[in-house]
Every structure is written in structure tokens, then in C-alpha cells.
């Protein structure tokens, strides 16, 4: 047998300076989302989220709240990884900036730049934003030198700093975004890259001065100096790789050669928010390093309150966990990834919410229900020994139509075509009508053999369903699973293939039920 492809797939590393929100979570949960439709393919995935931990944000809230900088991000990865384990984030790694293996392999990649002359050298003097973790030149920025992303006031730095030749990779940048179409995703963000290339690209300060920020990996050529929050942060996606061994005798750390490690990246999911450090100084720090480039970029939109971008200054941040209390986790990524067409920014709203919630109850668990009620009710429970290939080229059809939206990062529309083939099953439920055969097979042999054939048929379809749904309700399909006798969800190929016929299911309980309706 062929090995099975590798995909590796990042998120950010989130800011350990606050609590898990909407946003972070809405950007875990596709990644979550994506990991899960690939292994249900029969990819080898490996999945990578964390925290990150220096900077100079993370100072300050620590001293705000009175704790050390380690003491705070310590607290915050626990909540992260909390957070994530509550809304069955199916992660491989959870990297924190300060873990030591991530200090080395910055410290090595540092090294490696300076040696390679990438880093020289110079003064700063401009304008920053610690809430960004930006740097921004006077004309960047907005009314009363304010940040021009997040409105915040920005802080003047004028101070030695060391740069990268970030400049130097322009046109490279700029010739890999134009050969490779689909690096950057949507095509939308691509311009918007391809805009900003189009301006001279300045050089990249990657240090502070400890005097100023004594937080952060120190420099291994300037002890008096750490490494810009972002330089650091963006390194994490290469340390979880394992494709740097700071202990290899020198040369042979792996930046020579990255066989056998998960690098290059196959996909970074970032926000919108995001993309110039991704899309820009990402790949001009590796070709400078001399890696290769990660495979692509996909970058999501940012959910907003009415047409209020949230966060956290206006205190209109939704916590995920607070809805997920209420209706439980497998509805709020529905919600998230069904409401939102990957790419696009989209708007949160309580009545939203709802109505995806009872499209999930009305629709698929009302299928669940009746397809295991009545082979209980009618076959006491046993899936009869029927082809059951009634609703075949639905399913055939819905296959082909999540597999294509999956393929082009259009997450909503695969989880549309998950439900569509719900909507189809019980409507050949009324079409059937399994309630009047079953009245009459006791006089009627054919009756009954139409009877078995459409609890065969829907029993099927339901396996399907439980493949198709499970990356979205990963919980709620183990638990239909068990109800339909099987150890666990399978996945779309087996589902497809699967011999029900003998198996013994049990109705239970509604799987989405009807309390708390009112979000009021
Ligand atoms: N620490 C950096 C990332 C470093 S990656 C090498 C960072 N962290 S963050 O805590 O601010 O989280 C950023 C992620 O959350 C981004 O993907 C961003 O788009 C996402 N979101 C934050 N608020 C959001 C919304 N309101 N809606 C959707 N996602 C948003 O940036």
C-alpha cells in the first residue's frame, strides 16, 4: 500500500494575553473542520495549535494584573487548551512560544540569518501598536497617530534595533504569489497582497532592546536584545515540524534538508486580520533561511456584531463556551462554520443562531429519530437484510458536492450538502410512507419487503450522514453512532460500503433537543 499523504495544517498561535473568544475559536474550529473532512479521506494529518507567549502585550497585561509574564501565559495556555478540549478541537500539538524546543530552533534560525548576513544592524524610529504587535510608519498611520487597524494609540520607538533584509525577497515574493495562483486563498486576499508588494517592501525590525521589553528570546548575537513577538510566533509553525534538530552536529539541523519532518506546512488557516505577516514576512524569513515554502495560505473573515467588528475594547466579544453551556458544542461550530461562507466576513446573531440550531434538530436529528424509531417500532430494533439502495444517487450526488467544496476551502457548502441529503432522506420518508406498509404487510408479503427496503434505505443513509456530519458534530455522530450499533463514526468510504443489515439500533433520546430556544 502507498503511503498515506501528509498534511500538515497550522492555526495562529493565539495571544496568551486574554481568554479563548468567538474569533479564536471560529478559526480553530475550521481548522478542526478541514483536519477532519482530510483524515476522513485517508490523509495523515497532523494538526498544530497554541499559544503565543512574548511580546510586549503579554507584558504589560501581566503587570496589569499584578503576575509575572510567565504566571499569566501559564493560566492562558490552560484556558486555551480547556477551551479547545471543550469544543473537540482534534489537535496533535498544542506549541507555547516558551516551550524549549521552540526557544531553540528561533535561537538556531536567529543564528542561521545572521550568518547568512539576512540581519544587520540599525535604528528605528517609527510608530507601534502593542495591542497589533505592528509596527507602523507616520503615514500609515490614522487620525492622532492611531493604529490603523484596531483605532488603538500608537506608541513613538526610536532605538537600536536589528533588521532583517526583509526588502531583498520582494520580487521573489512576488513571482512565487503570481506562479502559484492558489498559494494565497481567497483570490480576493491575494490581490490585497499582491497590492501591498506592489509599494517598495521595507526591511523588518525583528529585535527590542531588554531595557525596553526583557520578555522574549534573547538574540544569540546581542544578548541586551529579544526577538520581535512576531518573528518569534511565526517560527512555531516550523519547531512543531520537528524538521530542526538543534543538536544535529552543525549543517545537518535540518535546514539543509527537511525529509522526514512535516515541513513545509501543507496549509496555514489565519484571519484576515493576519495575512501580512503569513503571506509576507513567513515566506521571505524561509527563503532567507533557505526552507521551502509552506504549500498555501487560507485566510478566513472575521465575524462582526451588526456591522461592529468585535473585540474585546467594546466588549461585544461573544465567548463560545458561554453558548456552548447552552446548546452545546456540536451546534455552535454548525453555527460558525454553516452561517459563515468560508473567506467572507459574516454577522453574528442570536435568531441565526437559532435557526441553524433547529435546522439541526427539525432536519437531521428528526431523521435520526424516525429512522431508529421505527426500525425499533417495526423491526423490533434489527436493520433488516434489505439492498436499502433507495436514496444511492443522492448519495452519490451529495459525495461529489462536499468532496469539490471541501477541496476549494468551501467549508459552508460541504455542510450544506451534508444536510441537503438529511432534507432528501425524510422526504422520501413522506414519499414511502413506511406507516401504511406497515399496516398492511401482515396481509401483504410485498408490503413488507417495501417496508424492509426503506428502513435499509434510510439506515444507509444515515451511516453517510454520520460520516458527512462528523467533521462539524464530531460528539453527536459518536453518539448516533452507538445508537446505530457501531463502535464508532465511520468514515465516508466505509459508510458508503457499509453492510448494516442484522444490526441491532436503538432510538434514545432526541439528539438535538428542544430547550433553552430563547437566546433572550
Ligand atoms: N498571535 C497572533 C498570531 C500569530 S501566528 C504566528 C494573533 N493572535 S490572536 O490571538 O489575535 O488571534 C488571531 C486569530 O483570531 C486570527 O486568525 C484572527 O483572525 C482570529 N480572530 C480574532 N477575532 C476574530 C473575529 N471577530 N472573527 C473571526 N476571527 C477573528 O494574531
Known sequence: MSR????????????????PHIGHAYTTILTDVLARFWRQQGREVFFLTGTDEHGQKMFEEASRRGLT??????QMAVSFRAAWQELDISFDRFIRTTDADHVSVVTAFLQRLWDRGEIYEGAYRGWYCVYEERYWTEK????????????????????????????????????HIKENPRWIWPEMRRNEVLGFLAQPLADLSISRPKSRLPWGITLPFDGDHVAYVWFDALINYLTASGAID????????????????????????IGKDILTPHAVYWPALLMAAGLPLPAGILSHGWWVLGDRKMSKSLGNVVDPLELRGRFGTDPVRWYLLREMPTGQDASFTADRFVIRYEELANVLGNLASRTLGMTEKYRDGRVPDSAGGGLDPQIAETLARVSGAVAD?????????????ARRANGYVEEREPWTHAKEEASDPAQAAKLDETLATLVRTLAVLAALFEPACPGKMRELATRMGLDRVPTLREASAMRLGGRRVKKGEPLFPRVGLSTG
Not at 500538515?8 to 495571544?15: A, E, G, K, Q, R
Not at 532605538?159 to 512576488?174: C, G, H, P, T, V
Not at 538543534?246 to 488557516?269: C, M, Q, R
Not at 476551502?409 to 441529503?421: D, I, V
Open 4 to 19: 498515506p499523504q501528509r498534511y500538515y495544517l497550522t492555526t495562529p498561535i493565539y495571544y496568551a494575553s486574554g481568554d
Open 69 to 74: 509574564p510567565r504566571e499569566l501565559c501559564d
Open 140 to 175: 500609515d498611520l490614522g487620525l492622532d497617530r492611531t493604529c490603523p487597524d484596531c483605532g488603538r494609540p500608537t506608541h513613538k520607538i526610536d532605538e537600536k534595533n536589528y533588521f532583517f533584509r526583509m526588502s531583498a525577497y520582494q520580487d521573489r515574493l512576488i513571482r
Open 246 to 269: 538543534v543538536d544535529g552536529p552543525p549543517g545537518e539541523e535540518g535546514f539543509e534538508d527537511t525529509t522526514g519532518s512535516w515541513w513545509p506546512a501543507h496549509l496555514h488557516i
Open 409 to 421: 476551502f468551501r467549508l459552508h457548502e460541504a455542510l450544506a450538502g451534508a444536510m441537503e441529503l
